[in-house]
């Protein structure tokens, strides 16, 4: 493959990710080419076309889409790229999506990828071009994926800034689940569960807790639909698990077993800051 | 009562509230004193003691400490406090706090108070002078409370940039359980389900949705423990509306009833929408 230097990326599907990660490559690739239906994110491109087919002389093709338009536009996406090509993406959830790159024709490459960044604002005008800066980028083999594929997909995420982390799509999925869908639909269920009450009290009364710990249902529903729905077994564990938690919590409070409730809220507080230093760790 | 500029306040626990409190009246009133075993944030008032009996000469105490102290340390407050003080505290829980209230002497006057502000650090080395700007700031009458105790509270309120909201203590309580209380409880369940996994590539994976979603794991657990163990019923209700919000979302993506699950999630995110908009045109 070439170097990055020498690429001409086409990105499709111009939101938020889609946009910033051009944001992020403009100067440190040959060409940026955005596709979407919606010109809005024209500007962060050198050319931007509603036509899938004018990915045709890109060196690497990326699907910044909800998961079925990504899983819709595959086998158009590998009858349209030249020989050579590698079809990467953005999604949320990886193993429908490797599965369906098995069945790519020979003649590209194909790996998955899943960058851990983002934001409840969705859209080309909501892009940042610091967005992936210190942001993990899970990457997934297919069984066709090559290491030159995997090399070219570390030096672009070095080169916005991220940190290339290498999973199985089934290890993958299952972890988003739990630190990613699960708090997704915990942000939902609390958002729904304040509004059933109609009650304008809560509304006045809610504040900073509330409002992190509900940000997530701000969410756009076409991504996150597509996220929950993609992700359905692995989420569904996930669910049943943070029952297990939520109703453990439950049950000693209603036991008035304050010191294992007090243990309990001391763990979960230790985990957190526990995280906290990993994750500077990490960043450092 | 005095007018605000001509009041001695003493503030007892001083902590992030306590002390961010003493802060936002610098310059404000006549006289600040701090009581608190720990003397750290003492360069935040006119005088410090460690000594509870020095409140003898205030004008205005605030109990800025964990529900039990509060419950505690209010007969003493009571004995200690000269003829007309006022009495009011900063705790989480109201119905315990103005049942206790209800007791004090007849000489000195009562009402409870709840800013709805804070963050997951704590103590002195956190406090702002800015805590209380925009906070919403509920106070609970007691039978006791005099229109003239409720009339000072609202000037010390506006003072620090908040705003009063006058509520029954039943009332606060039912709706703190499911705005502040229970998104404590679902950010414990959610860091709970992810240790347990014991997983390094969640922690890699884990980003800002979770970051977020479980930041509220993070606050003191002696404050928080004494919140969830004093609201107890009001939250076990809250817990039991939110399995019951838990439990739709996860049949309807387990029986693959997508459309309904999508409208759920439509109806959440519209719901977070209009609270933000609310939130802002009261703070405008």
Not at 63 to 77: K, M, N, R, S
Not at 95 to 112: C, D, H, S
Not at 161 to 189: R, T
Request: net charge negative; glycine share 6%.
């Amino acid at each position: 493959m070439k170097a990055l230097s020498d690429t001409h990326i086409c990105i499709i599907g111009t939101g938020l990710m889609g946009a910033s990660l051009a944001l992020a490559l403009r100067g440190k690739v040959r060409h940026l080419h955005g596709i979407d239906p919606d010109p809005s994110a024209a500007p962060c491109f050198d050319t931007f076309s509603s036509q899938l087919h004018s990915l045709y002389n890109a060196d690497v093709i990326v699907l910044a889409a909800p998961i079925h338009v990504i899983l819709d536009l595959l086998p158009q996406v590998g009858a349209f790229a030249a020989a050579g090509a590698l079809i990467t993406d953005l999604g949320s959830v990886k193993a429908p999506i490797i599965a369906a790159m098995e069945g790519l024709p020979p003649r590209v490459q194909a790996v998955g990828g899943h960058p851990m960044c983002g934001k409840e604002l969705s859209g080309a005008a909501a892009a940042e071009a610091t967005l992936y800066q210190g942001c993990t980028f899970a990457l997934c083999k297919a069984e066709r994926t090559s290491q030159t594929a995997l090399a070219f997909m570390e030096s672009l995420i070095y080169a916005v800034g991220g940190q290339p982390l290498h999973l199985a799509a089934a290890v993958h999925d299952q972890a988003v689940a739990h630190i990613s869908h699960l708090p997704y639909l915990l942000s939902v269920a609390l958002m729904l569960d304040a509004a059933a009450a109609a009650d304008e009290t809560f509304w006045q009364l809610a504040s900073s807790g509330f409002r992190d710990t509900s940000r997530l249902a701000s969410s756009d529903v076409t991504m996150m639909g597509d996220v929950v729905t993609g992700n359905r077994a692995a989420l569904l564990q996930a669910l049943a698990d943070y029952r297990a938690q939520i109703e453990r919590l439950q049950t000693l409070l209603a036991a008035e077993d304050d010191s294992a409730l007090r243990a309990a809220l001391e763990t979960a507080r230790q985990a957190r800051q526990a995280w906290l230093l990993y994750r500077e760790r990490r960043k450092a």
